[in-house]
């Protein structure tokens, strides 16, 4: 089995250890978008949208480093980077379809109102 990255002191509690690791929005999509498999940086960034490159950058290497994310390199010209999750990040999907779920039955719940101010 590999090492564990470090990634610092981890919080006593374990949600805010999840969230430690996975609580910015910007990752929770960056999962979703890698779970059906590999993706280039392009791919990620279209299917993300808003996000700024600078910000899926730093993403990604923080994910990276946390074991959750695994960056290919291929040695071509041009150079072609794929990101897929590790076993360790796939193990998040119960999570990811349980955010889904939730989310689903409040936007049922909340018909098509607008939200209120």
Request: with cysteine; aromatic share 6%.
């Given at each position: 089995m590999p ?18 690791l996975i609580?910015?929005?910007?990752k929770?999509l960056?999962?979703r ?6 993706k ?13 490159q600078?910000?899926?950058t730093?993403q ?5 480093a946390?074991g959750l994310v695994?960056?290919?390199?291929y040695?071509?010209?041009p150079?072609r980077v ?8 796939r193990?998040?999907?119960p ?10 039955g409040?936007?049922a ?8 101010a």
């Amino acid at each position: 089995m590999p090492a564990q990255p470090d990634t610092g002191p981890l919080p006593t509690c374990p949600v805010e250890t999840t969230l430690t690791l996975i609580g910015s929005k910007w990752k929770v999509l960056i999962l979703r978008d890698l779970m059906p498999g590999a993706k280039r940086f392009g791919e990620l960034k279209k299917s993300i949208g808003s996000v700024s490159q600078k910000v899926l950058t730093a993403q990604l290497r923080e994910m990276e480093a946390q074991g959750l994310v695994h960056r290919q390199v291929y040695a071509e010209v041009p150079p072609r980077v794929e990101y897929s999750l590790t076993g360790l990040g796939r193990s998040l999907k119960p999570i990811l379809d349980a955010l889904q779920t939730w989310g689903e039955g409040y936007k049922a719940s909340r018909g098509s109102a607008a939200p209120q101010a």
